[in-house]
C-alpha cells in the first residue's frame, strides 16, 4: 500500500497508525472473514481558546481533500479540519460555547448541533445556511446533563450527500455527576462512528444516497474512518461511545462471542442505572453508551448482524478489539449512574399525530421551509404519535428529549428507556413517545423533526415546530419567510 498516504490521513487525525500490507479495494468483508490491518482511527479532542470572558471557542472549517480510506487507493473527501471527518469537540454543563464554522465547500452547506438544547438560531438546521467562504459563529451555554451528541451537515436536499462524503463529528458534554465510568479519551473512552460505504475500484465512495428506496446501504463498514480496523486496549473497562453516522444502515451490535456488555447511555443521556446485553440495535442518528470488560490477553470482534428490516441487511465485523496482556485495573461499574427524572406525561397532554407512509412526507405533506407545521408552548410536555404503514424508518427531533412510552403497546427494551431525541420506528408500527420541550422561544425560526434516514429527510420526510411562550400559539404566523438560496 502507498504508506505515505495512509499516514498524511493518519497525521491529520494526530494519532498513530500502524500500517499494515494492502486491502483488496472491492473487497468485501463478511463478518468471519476478518483481516484487521489498520489501527483505528480516533478522531483528535478539539482544543479551544478560552477567552477571558469565560467563552470556549472553537474553529471548524468544512473541507476538501483526499483520503486513503481503502488503503492505497487515495479520493476525494469531505471533512472539517482534515480530509474525513471531524474532530471531537468536549466541554462541560455550564460553559459558555462559541464555534466559528468557516465553509471552504464550493456549496452551500450548514452545522446541526444533533442532540443539543439550544435557541433555534444556533441549531444549525437548513434556516442558517452557511455560504461558500463564510463563516458562521453560533454560540449558547452547555446546560444539559452529560451526552454524546453530535455535529453535521442538513442542509436540505443535500444532507445525504454532505455527510456520505464524510462530514460528521462528536460533541460530548460532561457534567459534575462523579459517575465512575471511564472517561479517559481514547484510552478507555472512546468514540466508534459507524458508517457503511459503497466504493468504485478506484477507492473513490461510490453510490448515490438519494437513489432508490434507502439511498446508500454500503457493503464496506468504516470505524471513525478506517476501513478494516483493530483497537489495542489497555484497560480492564472500556466505554465506547456508539454513534450510527450511517446514510441509511441499522446495525444490531454484538461480539462475537456473545459476551455480555452494559449500556449506560441513549442519545440524551446516561441511565439511572448500567443495563446489562448482549446485543443493541442501532439506527442513523441515535447514539449509545456501553462498558465492556475485557481479560487480558484477549481478542474478540464487535460485529453487526441482519434483522428483518431492509436497513440492516448483512453480517460485516467492524472491529477486533485486542487487549494487552496486562491491563490497567479499572474502578468497577457504578451501580448507580444518573439522576434521572421520567418524562411524565400530564394527563391532558397534547396528542400530536404523525403518519409516515411512503419516503418524502409527513402526514402526507412534503417538507415546506416556508411552513410551520406544529406550534409548541415552551417547557409543554407532550405525546407525539409516529405512525408507519410501511418499510422501516426512524425519528429524529430537535432540541428535545423523549422516553419511549411503547411501540405497538409494548414498552422498549429497558437498555432503551432512557432519554433519547432518535428513536426507530418499525415496518408498520406505532412508537409512542413522550416528549420534553425545551424553553427557548422563538416564533420565527423552527426547529426540525424527521425520518434520520438521510435518502428521507432529504426528499422531504421533514416538518417543522417552534416554540412559543406558552399562551401566544394562535398568534404564529404559520409561514415564514426563507431567504436562503438552497
Ligand atoms: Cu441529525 Cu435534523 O438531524
Ligand atoms: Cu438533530
Ligand atoms: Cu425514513
Not at 123 to 149: C, F, K, M
Not at 176 to 194: E, M, R, W
Not at 232 to 238: G, L
Request: charged letters at 20%; one cysteine or more.
Amino acid at each position: 500500500m502507498k504508506r505515505r498516504q495512509f499516514l498524511t490521513l493518519a497525521a491529520l487525525w494526530g494519532v498513530t497508525v500502524a500500517c499494515g500490507a494492502d486491502s483488496q479495494p472491492g473487497a468485501v468483508r463478511p463478518a468471519g472473514k476478518p483481516a484487521f490491518r489498520n489501527a483505528l482511527l480516533v478522531p483528535p479532542l478539539l482544543k479551544p481558546k478560552v477567552g477571558k470572558d469565560g467563552v470556549r471557542r472553537f474553529d471548524l472549517t468544512m473541507q476538501h481533500g483526499r483520503t486513503a480510506i481503502l488503503p492505497g487507493a487515495p479520493a476525494e473527501t469531505w471533512g472539517f479540519n482534515g480530509s474525513y471527518l471531524g474532530p471531537t469537540l468536549r466541554a462541560s454543563r455550564g460553559d459558555k460555547i462559541q464555534v466559528a464554522i468557516t465553509n471552504r465547500l464550493e456549496e452551500t452547506s450548514t452545522v446541526h448541533w444533533h442532540g443539543m438544547r439550544l435557541p433555534a438560531k444556533m441549531d444549525g438546521g437548513p434556516h442558517q445556511p452557511i455560504e461558500p467562504g463564510t463563516t458562521w459563529t453560533p454560540h449558547w451555554t452547555l446546560d444539559q446533563p452529560a451526552t454524546t451528541s453530535w455535529y453535521h451537515p442538513h442542509p436540505h436536499g443535500t444532507t445525504a450527500m454532505h455527510v456520505y462524503r464524510g462530514l460528521a463529528g462528536m460533541f460530548i458534554v460532561d457534567d459534575d455527576a462523579t459517575t465512575g465510568l471511564p472517561a479517559t479519551y481514547g484510552v478507555d473512552d472512546v468514540p466508534l462512528i459507524l458508517q457503511d460505504k459503497k466504493f468504485a475500484p478506484d477507492g473513490s465512495q461510490a453510490g448515490d444516497p438519494l437513489k432508490g428506496t434507502f439511498g446508500i446501504l454500503g457493503d464496506h463498514m468504516l470505524v471513525n474512518g478506517t476501513y478494516d480496523p483493530f483497537l489495542n486496549v489497555t484497560t480492564e473497562r472500556v466505554r465506547f461511545r456508539l454513534l450510527n453516522g450511517s446514510n441509511a444502515r441499522m446495525y444490531h451490535l454484538s461480539f462475537s462471542d456473545r459476551r455480555t456488555f452494559h449500556v449506560v447511555g441513549n442519545d440524551q443521556g446516561l441511565l439511572a442505572a448500567p443495563v446489562p446485553v448482549d446485543r443493541i440495535s442501532l439506527t442513523p442518528g441515535e447514539r449509545m453508551e456501553v462498558v465492556v470488560a475485557f481479560a487480558a490477553g484477549e481478542q474478540v470482534v464487535l460485529r453487526t448482524v441482519s434483522g428483518s428490516d431492509d436497513i440492516d441487511e448483512g453480517d460485516f465485523d467492524l472491529l477486533k478489539i485486542v487487549a494487552a496482556p496486562r491491563l490497567a485495573t479499572s474502578r468497577p461499574l457504578p451501580a448507580r449512574l444518573a439522576d434521572i427524572a421520567p418524562i411524565n406525561v400530564p394527563p391532558d397532554a397534547k396528542v400530536r399525530r404523525f403518519r409516515l407512509n411512503g419516503h418524502d412526507a409527513i402526514n402526507g405533506k412534503e417538507m415546506d421551509l416556508s411552513r410551520i407545521d406544529e406550534v409548541v408552548p415552551a417547557g409543554a410536555t407532550e405525546i407525539w404519535e409516529i405512525e408507519n404503514t410501511v418499510y422501516g424508518h426512524n425519528f429524529h427531533i430537535h432540541e428535545v428529549a423523549f422516553q419511549v412510552l411503547d411501540v405497538d403497546g409494548n414498552k422498549p427494551p429497558a437498555y432503551a428507556q432512557g432519554h433519547k431525541d432518535t428513536v426507530y420506528v418499525p415496518p408498520k408500527s406505532t412508537v409512542r413517545l413522550a416528549v420534553q420541550f425545551g424553553r427557548f422561544t422563538d416564533p420565527a425560526t423552527p426547529y426540525m423533526y424527521h425520518c434520520h434516514i438521510l435518502r428521507h429527510e432529504d426528499s422531504g420526510m421533514m416538518g417543522q415546530f417552534v416554540i412559543v411562550k406558552p399562551g401566544t400559539e394562535n398568534q404564529v404566523p404559520r409561514t415564514i419567510a426563507t431567504h436562503h438560496t438552497m
